[in-house]
């Protein structure tokens, strides 16, 4: 039987959700700026950048909270994730200048792909990255973008484990809630959202959006528009 947390066993484990809920509205495009070129391509800002920047900072706090005092080997895993990253290790190095408990960082990557258009295939293969056999007893902190069905996420976990790393922590920006969902959850979380296909801070349509801030929704025509 697979293990699925409530929102109440997850605050046990120290961590609140952020959850955006089924009827969030968003923002008007016209509140915040966005790249011209995808003016016509987008419905609502759903998460604004500024706000997915704050949340990152404690993600930041907590992850050193509880691995601090250990190496940390944080895994990109790209393209998605590049964005997050980026921003959570700043966060991370913000506080190893400022606090007497600090984490020594080193970072490597891993190239997954399992999207095609705005659907999850069932496949999900390594296209490229580091060698993972460089892991081994390494404390591994592995930064997401998003989790849907879970199954990335399954399979790089299970990768990893043939390179018996010392400890695994997963960190994800965003969690889907949908009926396609596996159970699995992240250790860390930034935010829970709707059934929805999101793009911008990375998360990308056929590779388009990902240079756009905000966290938004695509409009039907942009799905045709963009598709492969
Ligand atoms: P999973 O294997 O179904 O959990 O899907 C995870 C991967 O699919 C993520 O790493 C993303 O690359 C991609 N993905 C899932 N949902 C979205 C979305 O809403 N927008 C963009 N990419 C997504
Ligand atoms: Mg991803």
């Given at each position: 039987?697979?293990?699925?947390?409530?929102?109440?066993?997850?605050?046990?484990?120290?961590?609140?959700?952020?959850?955006?809920?089924?009827?969030?509205?968003?923002?008007?495009?016209?509140?915040?700026?966005?790249?011209?070129?995808?003016?016509?391509?987008?419905?609502?800002?759903?998460?604004?950048?500024?706000?997915?920047?704050?949340?990152?900072?404690?993600?930041?706090?907590?992850?050193?909270?509880?691995?601090?005092?250990?190496?940390?080997?944080?895994?990109?895993?790209?393209?998605?994730?590049?964005?997050?990253?980026?921003?959570?290790?700043?966060?991370?190095?913000?506080?190893?200048?400022?606090?007497?408990?600090?984490?020594?960082?080193?970072?490597?990557?891993?190239?997954?792909?399992?999207?095609?258009?705005?659907?999850?295939?069932?496949?999900?293969?390594?296209?490229?990255?580091?060698?993972?056999?460089?892991?081994?007893?390494?404390?591994?902190?592995?930064?997401?973008?998003?989790?849907?069905?879970?199954?990335?996420?399954?399979?790089?976990?299970?990768?990893?484990?043939?390179?018996?790393?010392?400890?695994?922590?997963?960190?994800?920006?965003?969690?889907?809630?949908?009926?396609?969902?596996?159970?699995?959850?992240?250790?860390?979380?930034?935010?829970?959202?709707?059934?929805?296909?999101?793009?911008?801070?990375?998360?990308?349509?056929?590779e388009y959006f990902r240079d756009l801030g905000?966290?938004?929704?695509?409009?039907?025509?942009?799905?045709?528009?963009?598709?492969?």
């Open positions: 039987m697979k293990e699925e947390f409530t929102t109440n066993q997850f605050r046990h484990l120290g961590c609140e959700n952020f959850d955006i809920p089924d009827d969030e509205k968003g923002y008007e495009l016209d509140l915040f700026c966005v790249p011209k070129h995808y003016e016509e391509d987008l419905d609502r800002v759903i998460i604004p950048h500024g706000l997915i920047m704050d949340r990152t900072e404690r993600l930041a706090r907590d992850i050193v909270r509880d691995m601090g005092g250990h190496h940390i080997v944080a895994l990109c895993v790209l393209k998605g994730g590049y964005k997050f990253f980026s921003d959570l290790l700043d966060y991370i190095k913000a506080l190893n200048q400022n606090c007497d408990k600090s984490v020594p960082l080193t970072v490597d990557f891993i190239r997954l792909k399992s999207y095609c258009n705005d659907q999850s295939t069932n496949s999900v293969k390594v296209i490229g990255g580091d060698e993972l056999s460089t892991l081994t007893g390494k404390n591994v902190l592995i930064v997401e973008d998003i989790v849907e069905t879970g199954r990335t996420m399954e399979t790089l976990l299970s990768l990893l484990s043939e390179c018996n790393p010392k400890m695994v922590k997963v960190v994800s920006l965003l969690v889907k809630r949908t009926p396609r969902g596996s159970g699995y959850r992240p250790d860390y979380m930034g935010f829970e959202v709707p059934d929805w296909f999101l793009v911008g801070y990375a998360l990308d349509y056929n905000h966290i938004c929704i695509l409009n039907e025509k942009a799905k045709v528009k963009y598709k492969v």
